[in-house]
């Protein structure tokens, strides 16, 4: 069962991500709703409002047909054409920005809604199409059917007005890192929050922390489900257990995963390997670490001579560098107890952000004063915080050093140099 429990929770995630999963889920309630106004179109309440709003129905099958056949070319056409702007703003943003951005663009619902209701109008015509004979008894119209088809037909229209814009949108720059930047502060927000709630560090027994779980795959490490791990340890009383690695850390077969205060059972420790989620690719848009790489990749980009668009990369450090400031503020490791075990768990690694995050900035950008004057001025501003924690200081400062010396070799006019090396 708890298999069963875990691959449908990957498949959700999966299927959730999916361009296709609101058209399809849309495109069924369109099918549907087609069946059920052709069951009811000749019942006493439709009847009566065909007399009510008589003007509004058509009465010549011809006409009908027509214009079914119509509304279905023309809809055909606006689905194939929102396709393929789909796929070219998602080659623009793989080339332009970064490929990490492809899956939240695909995974837009507005985007999904508009082209589930063009395939689910298109499906909905076709078969009140292929019904019209049936109405060929009623004196006064054809049905409501239709009239609802020519409704959502017009309203498609609409939709592709819409949909143009949110398209233009959606591909500029400065709109895609404001969205990963509301994105990424939710989520530490959030991670704060339950820090806070948490009990503190020094109440976790590290005492004979020596017994070691080692992983039996590779890839990359997401997180932890509290109910599966507290499955696999509801035969232990009074154990600790400290997860090592860091979300989104790749992990290698045989890395150590997990230690425990107490040796645990081979049929249990495959339970507790169970409950550590580890994918063969790293998961998309769930954690701050992976969105401040994609804004460290998207500055990197545009700092590439075929953009050559420093001026985005100076706004995305500015973006990181509060991201960075609110990430700081997160102690290394977040307590959690049950009635019969502790856990610890790794929140953040202070220097491997800056490994990650600042290193490939430093390295790329270090032959240009503006760059690097905004780099430094960056972290000198999360440095300068009173709430970030004293590791986190020693990681930003490490990574200060870093860059005035990558200064002083790369940067060979004096007064830059003096200009960078002077920021306070």
Not at 379 to 401: F, G, P, Q, W
């Given at each position: ?87 070219v ?61 020519v ?25 895609i ?24 560090i ?13 992983s ?25 257990i ?23 059972d ?19 848009d ?6 401040m ?12 001579p ?71 001025d ?27 010396d ?12 003096n ?6």
């Amino acid at each position: 069962m708890k298999y069963l429990l875990k691959g449908i929770d990957l498949f959700y995630k999966r299927i959730i991500g999916s361009i296709a999963f609101y058209p399809i889920l849309i495109s069924l309630g369109f099918i549907i709703l087609a069946i059920v106004m052709l069951s009811i179109e000749n019942s006493d309440i439709c009847i009566k409002i065909k007399e009510n709003i008589s003007y509004l129905l058509i009465k010549d099958i011809d006409t009908a047909r027509t214009m079914l056949s119509t509304l279905i070319g023309g809809i055909f056409s606006l689905t194939v054409f929102s396709f393929s702007m789909v796929m070219v703003v998602l080659n623009q943003a793989s080339s332009n920005f970064s490929p990490r951005l492809l899956p939240g663009l695909i995974s837009n619902k507005k985007h999904q809604i508009i082209l589930g209701s063009y395939i689910g109008t298109l499906l909905y015509s076709l078969i009140v199409l292929m019904n019209i004979k049936s109405f060929e008894a009623v004196e006064d119209s054809i049905g409501l059917s239709i009239l609802l088809g020519v409704f959502f037909g017009v309203s498609c229209t609409g939709l592709f007005v819409y949909f143009i814009h949110t398209i233009s949108q959606e591909i500029q720059i400065q709109n895609i890192v404001s969205r990963i930047f509301k994105t990424s502060l939710k989520t530490i927000e959030s991670k704060i929050e339950l820090q806070k709630k948490s009990k503190s560090i020094l109440d976790f027994n590290n005492e004979g922390i020596n017994f070691e779980i080692k992983s039996e795959k590779t890839g990359y490490y997401e997180g932890f489900s509290k109910d599966l791990l507290s499955n696999a340890l509801d035969n232990y009383d009074d154990i600790h257990i400290e997860i090592i690695p860091q979300t989104n850390k790749y992990i290698k077969e045989g890395d150590v995963l997990i230690k425990s205060n107490k040796q645990i059972d081979d049929d249990k420790r495959e339970d507790l390997l169970f409950s550590l989620s580890i994918l063969p690719s790293m998961h998309v848009d769930k954690g701050y670490t992976s969105n401040m790489i994609k804004l460290m990749e998207v500055a990197i980009r545009a700092m590439s001579p075929g953009i050559n668009d420093p001026g985005t990369a100076v706004d995305v450090i500015n973006k990181l560098g509060l991201l960075l400031k609110k990430a700081f503020e997160l102690k290394s490791h977040t307590y959690l107890e049950k009635d019969n075990f502790a856990v610890l768990y790794h929140d953040i690694d202070y220097k491997e952000i800056m490994r990650l995050v600042f290193q490939p900035l430093r390295q790329y950008s270090k032959n240009d004063s503006v760059v690097m004057y905004k780099l430094i001025d960056t972290l000198n501003y999360v440095n300068n915080s009173d709430t970030i924690t004293l590791d986190a200081k020693k990681a930003v400062n490490s990574e200060l050093k870093s860059l005035e010396d990558d200064a002083k070799e790369s940067i060979f006019n004096k007064d830059d140099l003096n200009i960078i090396l002077n920021i306070k």
